[in-house]
């Protein structure tokens, strides 16, 4: 049963630097389900990062386990199971957009030969034209706009065909107007692949319009203070988003973060 | 074909067109009036042009030296980088002897070569060895390490291993740096070959230029002079050729 959810069990991570100790997650516990889009919401220095991090295997936990769908983070990873989205695109200068998007399949060939490995690679140009890129295949990353590019990673996590896919702040870099475009496309692809997301931001605008629940995290030390359902009919529709149950849910998560908070911001 | 003749366009060709038209008239002026100090460049011209295959055949000792160094120094120095890249200890362990080499006037050297490894081109082609080895060993160091931590973030979410990191992500991304170190060391194997020359040797450039002192043969310098100046800049320009045919981003 266990093996379908995200599991994070008393999780805490301390980070020393010389005397001095940074306690950045302490106690988290939280179960996700398969196919969630959660997204975790708190401010700067909350341990957001760190979490997604700890989750991806990017870093170890001081205490605590996590299973991804009954593995651990780096047994997972070893399958090729996570798909990691950073906030830069981090693409490849050298390789073309459609190479970039292939990127899972170029390393890592141990995974694929592995028994019982599920993982199924995306087809490239299906999800480089849901994200509107058909046409900049052939194009190298530095012909791109910003918001290109952005699509682009999301693109090479898409087609790396891993269950769980985890996002930091992935739009922080975009102008307004297209993170507002952007959010609808990864909405869209979403819908169709259903991949479990966990996604970090600051914004509880993003974090309301995209998530089925969003994690509200606190500062120091980070912790989670509760987990949010977002009952909001999908697709997220323009309608959907321009509702009063909409700007009402964006409202309390504010309030709640303010509340757990201390601090008005 | 119009955008040739733009304000910038004129401005770059014109603007260092003008110096060496002065540099060129102070030259002049200077060879008229002080004879034992700069000839004028009309006798440069003809001194070449009355034997070239003398000047051509000194070069090529030169440049054959320069060549040999650069590529045995450069491709140890990018070997070694590689090397510090993944083991601390070596990397500890040879930045002070690097930093140690840089200080020491390589051409220094040369006396001490000559007498170990004789009268012949071994000791032209370690100097100039030498002197292409440092500036690829930092540039290649530099490139090596300039990895983005969100790119390796990517690879290392997928378990991508240390093959794969360096064939796919490090050593592409040097690649600007190497072109970078490439184009300072030949330069540098240039110029220790020339040096290194003027001890030990009856051939090539720097030879030429000793030999033109002995016989105060101000023309002969000056040639020689002029031809390695004009060959590193050629050596560079192959290097950049190279340099845009292979990095297209
Ligand atoms: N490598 C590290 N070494 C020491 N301390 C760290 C390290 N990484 C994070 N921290 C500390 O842990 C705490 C949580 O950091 P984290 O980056 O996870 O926060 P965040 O919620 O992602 O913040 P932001 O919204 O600014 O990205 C902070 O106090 C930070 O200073
Ligand atoms: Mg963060």
Same mark, same amino acid.
């Given at each position: 049963? *266990? ?33 969630? @889009? ?22 170890? *936990? ?12 780096? *047994? %997972? ?9 950073? *906030? ?12 970039? /998007?292939?990127? !899972? ?56 065909? %891993? ?86 849910? /964006? ?15 | ?9 004129? #401005? ?35 001194? @070449? ?43 500890? %362990? ?5 930093? #140690? ?32 080895? @440092? ?23 997928? !378990? ?30 240039? /110029? ?41 800049? /050629? ?15």
């Amino acid at each position: 049963m *266990q093996s379908s959810r995200i599991v994070l069990h008393k999780l805490s991570k301390t980070y020393k630097r010389g005397d001095s100790e940074v306690r950045a997650l302490v106690d988290v516990n939280a179960t996700f389900e398969e196919g969630e @889009f959660i997204t975790l919401f708190g401010p700067s220095g909350c341990g957001k990062t760190t979490l997604l991090r700890i989750i991806a295997g990017l870093e170890s *936990q001081s205490e605590g386990d996590i299973s991804l769908f009954g593995n651990s983070p780096a *047994q %997972a990873s070893r399958l090729k199971n996570i798909a990691w989205v950073p *906030q830069s695109s981090a693409l490849l200068p050298w390789l073309s957009i459609r190479n970039n /998007v292939l990127l !899972s399949e170029f390393v890592n060939k141990r995974a694929d030969r592995i028994v019982g490995s599920t993982r199924k690679a995306e087809d490239p140009d299906e999800v480089l034209a849901d994200l509107g890129l058909a046409d900049f295949k052939a194009a190298l990353p530095a012909q791109l706009s910003g918001g290109m590019r952005q699509r682009a990673a999301i693109a090479r996590g898409f087609v790396q065909g %891993a269950p769980l896919m985890l996002m930091d702040e992935p739009f922080s870099a975009l102008d307004e107007l297209t993170r507002d475009s952007i959010r609808l496309r990864l909405l869209d692809v979403w819908e169709k692949h259903r991949k479990t997301v966990v996604f970090v931001t600051h914004s509880a605008f993003e974090a309301v319009m995209l998530s089925d629940r969003v994690v509200v995290m606190t500062p120091r030390p980070g912790r989670i203070h509760s987990i949010v359902d977002i009952n909001l009919p999908r697709p997220r529709t323009r309608e959907v988003l321009e509702s009063r149950e909409f700007e009402e849910k /964006v409202r309390e998560v504010k309030h709640i973060l303010r509340e757990g908070w201390g601090q008005d911001e | 074909m119009t955008n040739l003749f733009t304000k910038s366009n004129i #401005l770059r060709l014109l603007a260092p067109l003008i110096v060496f038209g002065l540099l060129y008239l102070g030259w002049q002026w200077v060879a008229l009036n002080l004879k034992s100090i700069l000839p004028p460049f009309g006798n440069i011209t003809a001194e @070449f042009l009355d034997r070239p295959g003398f000047y051509f055949s000194n070069l090529w000792v030169t440049v054959q030296a320069a060549l040999i160094g650069f590529a045995i120094g450069g491709i140890s120095a990018i070997v070694l980088a590689i090397l510090m890249v993944y083991f601390d200890f070596l990397r500890a %362990a040879i930045i002070p002897v690097a930093l #140690l080499l840089n200080v020491t006037p390589i051409v220094a050297i040369s006396p001490a070569l000559i007498v170990a490894f004789g009268f012949n081109a071994i000791p032209h082609i370690i100097v100039a060895g030498l002197a292409a080895f @440092f500036p690829m060993l930092i540039n290649a160091m530099s490139g090596l390490r300039a990895v983005e931590k969100e790119t390796l973030d990517v690879f290392n979410a997928m !378990s991508a291993n240390r093959t794969e990191i360096f064939f796919r992500l490090r050593l592409p991304g040097s690649l600007p740096y190497l072109f970078s170190g490439a184009k300072l060391s030949i330069t540098a194997a240039m /110029v220790g070959s020339v040096v290194s020359e003027f001890m030990g040797t009856s051939k090539g450039i720097g030879a030429t230029i000793v030999m033109a002192t002995t016989f105060l043969n101000l023309n002969q310098m000056w040639v020689a002079i002029f031809l390695s100046a004009v060959t590193s800049l /050629v050596l560079i320009g192959v290097v950049s050729l190279v340099e845009k045919a292979l990095i297209r981003w």
